[in-house]
């Protein structure tokens, strides 16, 4: 498939606010895409999603979803855990209504935990949700998120290893996620280029015709992630990014969640077609 470039949430010149709304003004705008922000909660009803299934597919706008924030799979309080697991099936749920293709949510703290108990934990928490999922019939992709903070569970060799453990579990790679969580590394061709490599070598090269992306600038300090920024008040390296999905031939959604979502997503968009263009003439 190809790469489809759109926005985390309703786009900011949507005057009435929906997600049908939001759908339609990214078609208008030429975007491909469009990632429905659960953020706090699950609030969609499955009518509304049939309709936002409807609304998409008549405008061509592929949909991810990304599962409430509240959720930690190493909480050391069962409920928690409980809470937090059903929050991303819900998420799930919904999306598969709505037509979605993957789901998304930030897994784990560490805590003061040893880093492998802590994946063991989450290995068997998403294990038991996939089954869930499956038994349900739930069909989109269960992917945890490449997280920006070091306290926080979710490098790219963990997820790919979780991955690798279980059928419909996939990563969604936050680029700037991992230039903040490294206090302002990966951000150079190579070390993009890297990612996408031990990628298609440990999942193989289909699993790079399927990417759930985000990509946005992003302000940073030791600690990690601090907030979004718009592009061009940021350091992040966004050209190399789209150099190497274009080189690696990546398919799937590239999600912008910058402050001015659509405006962002634009420059992204546009910047990808002029390396296209470049690439092209070259070859």
């Known amino acids: 498939m190809s790469l489809r470039i759109g926005t985390a949430g309703i786009p900011q010149s949507v005057k009435t606010r929906s997600t049908e709304n939001g759908i339609k003004r990214l078609a208008e705008l030429g975007l491909g895409c469009m990632e429905v922000e659960f953020v706090r909660s699950v609030q969609m009803k499955e009518p509304k999603a049939q309709k ?10 592929q949909l991810t979803v990304h599962a409430p924030y509240y ?16 929050r991303v099936l819900q998420a799930a749920r919904i999306g598969w209504a709505a037509g979605a293709h993957s789901v998304t949510f930030h897994a784990a703290f560490y805590h003061d935990d ?13 294990r038991e949700m996939r089954t869930r999922m499956d038994d349900e019939g739930i ?12 306290t926080q569970f979710g490098t790219v060799p963990e997820i790919l290893r979780l991955a690798q453990e279980i059928p419909g579990v996939y990563p969604c790679v936050d680029f700037s996620h991992l230039h903040a969580r490294t206090n ?8 993009f280029a890297e990612v996408l490599d031990s990628i298609k070598t440990e999942l193989g090269s ?8 985000h990509l946005s600038g992003i302000d940073y300090g030791p600690k990690g992630e601090k907030k979004h920024l718009v592009l061009p008040d940021a350091d992040m390296n966004y050209e190399a990014v789209l150099q190497a999905l274009l080189d ?16 962002d997503a634009l420059i992204l968009q546009e910047t990808y077609q002029r390396l296209q263009q470049e690439t092209s003439r070259k070859s």
């Open 139 to 150: 069909g989109l992709d269960l992917r945890p998120e490449t997280t920006g903070s070091p």
């Open 52 to 61: 936002v299934k409807e609304v998409a597919e008549q405008e061509d706008i």
């Open 206 to 213: 289909s699993a790079l015709q399927r990417m759930h992306m």
């Open 184 to 191: 302002g590394q990966y951000n150079t061709y190579e070390e």
């Open 248 to 263: 690696y031939d990546v398919g799937g959604w590239l999600i912008c969640e910058s402050p001015v979502l659509e405006d």
């Open 114 to 126: 040893d880093h492998e108990d802590v994946w063991q934990r989450v290995l068997q928490e998403l």
């Open 71 to 86: 959720v930690n799979l190493n909480s050391r309080e069962a409920e928690k855990v409980t809470a937090s697991k059903e």
